[in-house]
């Protein structure tokens, strides 16, 4: 058997580990979710109560014990509570489920007189009450299972003095205003739950005395119920347990949270809790537009790991960067120490923020540097910024430029660089190779080192790990088909760029029409399928130029059937010179010929545009 330092385990009866000391959930914990019926239409608590009630009833063919699972603690140096890591759904659970039991008994002990009442209310005091519910020091009493969460906390104290009532009766769901706090309410959903259902069963199993039941079916839980207990030293080593007990299918704890856990926990031992704990509540505030993303646990993750990467300037898995940051805090003595990695993390998280959370719109209206590259760099890789690879290092990029660190033409420099990398090396599937060189970017961008003394550098890192790839150029382009949607993003992206195009060309847009204008035989868009089956269409023929003007949804709309009178209004729309120059000549060829364009000038056409995207992005990217 392997020993961890700094780790015990035990394995042991449900009695045991409530009546060994005190537990808390510490505010860095999810609420409770052990619902009563999932969206998914699971029911948590039922399956709780069926597992538990069916090992009870089958004692002939039941094995000695039932195991309920592994419990991850660890030891927080101002507390006497052992603080739950992993394991507080189960002994949440455990707890509501106990309560509703109490509470039938309770009613069930006003009926009864001399030794019987006595035989209940002791097991009450002794085998619930003591074991499950308080700890009693002296003359104090202290709660054998305390969430720190408010409304959690509330509940947990309420449903142990139902004093035989229904649960839902007794206890309002905690409100924040209009609002009812999830935790609360689902440990009181929960206690409602197995208050009603308990007696059910015991009815069923033992209707002459079913209260007797229940008392034994108490003893049950407590002597035969098991749990594996792992305590562990502090709350770095706890993770790292409970990633290695729960393995990839664990729900994720927050790292964020954690790394909130790890200063104010070891500020305690440094003796700078006092300065360092306002600080970290001002951290925790300052990620609420993190928060406000679709997934904000993902989101948070990302954050932490991608700036720990750029302070590092290394590739780190997000399972270490807890660990990491804990042999880094840990080293810390004074409270400006701290002070510092709490300010440099909520720099690079706003920055985050801002280029995950401000619209397109804004940003390119702003004007900021390096933005339409990124763009369209989401548009080749497709998802969200905040989860996308080149996001770890334009968001120092970002930071340094909005702290005046950078100029614009030193974002636009890295930016494009990488740009090349991932659209030359496109046809080959090379973007990926890029990432790990990324947190070397970032690390000179988070430090804000001059980019001339290391885009050279990064330039031939890059080439270094692309030179087996195809970066050869864009002649697949003219006889490969574009059936899928990311295919037409990267198409989008490529011409984006050769019109010069100032809107919006990454996922999602519908502000750049470039791909609504992709050429004959490209995915079509539902509303001009008919048109691109046409060899004379517009977005069949002058589409697969590439060199329209940006339209919108309205404009395109507008467009009139004849040829020349569409020809006639896209060289309104003219973006540029060439553009309006190539448009014009279309519409002389037609009025003085009355020649519509042939298969083979679409052709000719088509690697005219190859050749613009060799200009845009050249063979060799000292050339940019």
Known sequence: MVEINGTSSKTMALFDIFTSGRFAIPAIQRDYEWLTKTKQGENQARNFLDDLWRYHSE??????????????????????????????QRLTTTTALIAGIKSHLEEYREG???????????FILDEIDDVYFYNRVGTKAYMRLAPKES???????????????????????P???????????????????????????????????????????VQTISQKVIITLTETENVSLAFQMYTSVNGPNAKPLNIFDLFRA???????????????????????????????????????????????????GRNVATSAVIGELSRTIQSFTEASEYTDVMDDFRDFAIAYDKLSNTS??????????????????????????WSSAHALFYTPLAHSYTEGSYSPEDVEKVMDLVE????????????????????????????????????????????????????????????????????????????????????????????????????????????FTAEKEDNNSISGLIGNWFLLRDLAEGDLDQIAQEFSERVTFMEKKAHTGPEGKTLGTIRSQFEAEGVRWTVPKINKRSKEIIKLLERAWPEDPNDL
């Open 175 to 217: 409100k924040e205003g209009k609002k009812t706090l999830t935790g609360g309410k689902n440990i009181l959903d929960a206690t409602q739950y197995f208050y009603v259902n308990v007696l059910k069963l015991a009815k069923k199993k033992n209707p002459q005395d079913p209260y007797q039941e229940l008392i034994a079916f």
């Open 59 to 88: 004692v002939q063919q039941r094995p000695d014990h039932y195991f309920l699972g592994t419990t991850v603690v660890y030891n927080d140096p101002r507390r006497v509570e052992l603080q739950i890591m992993d394991g507080q």
């Open 420 to 527: 090349w990398f991932y659209i030359r090396g496109w046809h080959s599937k090379g973007g990926s190779a890029l990432e790990p060189i990324f947190p070397k970017i970032g690390k000179n961008a988070l430090e804000a080192v001059p980019v001339n003394e290391w885009i050279d550098e990064i330039r031939d890192s890059l080439w270094e790990l692309m030179k087996d790839k195809d970066i050869s150029g864009f002649e697949h382009l003219y006889d490969t088909p574009l059936k899928q949607q990311k295919s037409k993003l990267k198409v989008r992206a490529l011409l984006h760029k050769i019109r010069g195009s100032s809107r919006d060309p990454g996922p999602r847009s519908d502000s750049c029409t470039s791909c609504k204008l992709l050429p004959k035989g490209a995915p079509g868009w539902k509303a």
């Open 262 to 312: 790890l200063l104010v926990q070891h500020s305690h031992v440094s003796k700078c809790a006092k300065l360092v704990e306002p600080k970290v509540n001002e951290l925790n505030e300052s990620m609420s537009g993190i928060r406000r993303m679709g997934n904000p646990q993902k989101a948070l993750e990302n954050a932490l790991t991608y700036w720990h990467e750029c302070r590092t």
């Open 112 to 122: 009864l007189e001399g030794d019987d009442f006595e035989e209940v209310n002791n």
């Open 151 to 173: 409304s959690s906390n509330t509940v947990i104290r309420a449903i142990k003095k139902l004093k035989g009532k229904v649960p839902k009766e007794a206890i309002v769901p």
């Open 360 to 385: 397109a719109k804004e940003m390119l209206a702003e004007g900021f540097p390096g933005y339409l590259a990124n763009r369209r760099i989401l548009a080749f890789g497709g998802g969200y910024f």
